[in-house]
């Protein structure tokens, strides 16, 4: 749930966050738009911060590795609980001097993960830092990788984005990356994250102002340099607090932990995707993940971006635009918007079909190649009618 509702943070703005902690929990892994969001919030971390003055720990659960001392294995002698209090000391610790101000823990022995918080200043400017540690079933720690890389820069705008195998197997991601992805401020976000092959996760994000949100850019960069991020979600102190960790319930057959039938996959939605489109555009870029893929075409008349999500068990979802009950049940919606993510001039056409049975095919194309960036063409690649004729098409239920 907590990877799912950080992809539908990547998909609107979170101007209301109680309403994005409402809707995550209501629709759990169901997305309307699901996108690398390794640059934006909307983790379940949320929900431990609410209490602690709107303080936001977003950008967290994104994979992992181990570096100083070796976290896979926490020792069996730690303690059955931390209190949000020693979390604190254990980052402040851990930090290269400085100070650490306007601090907020949670412990373990709750329903949410372990985190520390604090506004941290080295002398050279404010800036929000942030720790989360969890832990996942290992069953699933491929699966979580697989879906929690660096993505494609066509859908998430970042600086440099790496990840890393370990020598003891972990797997870390550093990203540099902005707090929206479409550069409408200046405030930067930069994460750490570890997984490691057992499963558990240390998280780190830290900003270049003295809140994630609202607040205004206080230094030109975040002050913990990619080798103190990985010194840091590598410590060996955290090895007492990820022992306090209960064990997490096993996900469902195929690694992934959601009760209903998985998203096709998404070599598969690729590669429907790529045989729709008609035969005179040529593909410059293309990604994909479970349910989703897209793909950057041209015409000759400038670049265009096309996405699609295929999705099951979302009856509850009403396609915006004009609206149309096809005779077998299927709701159709069409519509033509502006674009939502600070590109001048972008467009964004949609199909959008909705069978009965909670089956969900929607399809959009842009006049930009991406979204963040102006318009690089008057309309769309497709037309309404070419991507409502893909929307229908009854290929897509045969996704394995």
């Not at 992992?64 to 294995?73: I, L, P, Q, Y």
Request: proline content about 6%; aromatic content about 4%; glycine content about 12%.
């Amino acid at each position: 749930m907590s990877d799912s509702l950080r992809r539908t943070g990547d998909s609107f703005q979170l101007e209301d966050r109680p309403a994005l902690v409402e809707g995550g929990l209501r629709r759990g892994r169901r997305t309307i738009l699901r996108r690398r969001t390794a640059a934006v919030t909307g983790s379940v971390v949320a929900l431990a911060l609410v209490g602690f003055g709107g303080a936001y720990a977003g950008g967290m659960f994104d994979g992992g590795g181990v570096h100083r001392v070796s976290v896979a294995a926490p020792s069996k002698s730690g303690p059955l609980t931390v209190t949000g209090d020693q979390m604190v000391k254990t980052l402040k610790s851990l930090l290269p001097g400085g100070k650490l101000t306007k601090t907020a823990g949670r412990g373990s022995g709750g329903t949410v993960p372990p985190l520390a918080y604090g506004v941290y200043d080295d002398g050279k400017g404010k800036s929000a830092i942030s720790l989360v540690v969890d832990r996942i079933e290992p069953s699933a720690v491929a699966q979580f990788k697989k879906e929690s890389g660096c993505g494609s820069a066509v859908l998430v705008r970042h600086d440099s984005c790496t990840a890393e195998t370990l020598a003891d197997g972990s797997w870390l991601k550093i990203d540099k990356g902005y707090e929206y992805p479409d550069h409408r401020t200046e405030t930067k976000d930069w994460t750490a994250s570890l997984i490691t092959p057992q499963g558990y996760r240390v998280d780190v994000s830290e900003w270049n102002a003295a809140a994630e949100k609202g607040a205004p850019v206080s230094r030109p960069e975040p002050p913990l340099s990619s080798a103190q991020l990985k010194s840091l979600v590598t410590a060996g102190e955290w090895k007492p607090v990820l022992a306090t960790l209960p064990a997490p319930k096993k996900p469902s057959a195929g690694g992934v932990p959601d009760s209903g039938t998985p998203d096709p996959s998404a070599a598969s939605v690729q590669k429907a995707l790529l045989r729709s489109l008609p035969k005179n555009l040529k593909v410059s870029g293309r990604g994909s993940q479970d349910g989703y893929a897209f793909a950057v075409v041209n015409d000759g008349k400038g670049e265009s971006l096309i996405q699609i999500n295929v999705q099951r068990k979302m009856s509850d979802v009403t396609p915006q635009g004009d609206r149309t009950t096809l005779p077998n049940g299927t709701v159709l919606g069409l519509s033509k918007q502006s674009g939502e993510k600070g590109g001048a001039g972008v467009v964004r056409w949609t199909a959008d079909a909705v069978a009965p049975d909670g089956f969900r095919v929607v399809i959009s194309a842009f006049n930009t190649g991406d979204q963040a960036s102006a318009a690089t063409r008057a309309e769309p690649a497709l037309t309404l009618a070419e991507l409502k004729k893909i929307a229908l098409d009854p290929k897509w239920r045969k996704l394995r």
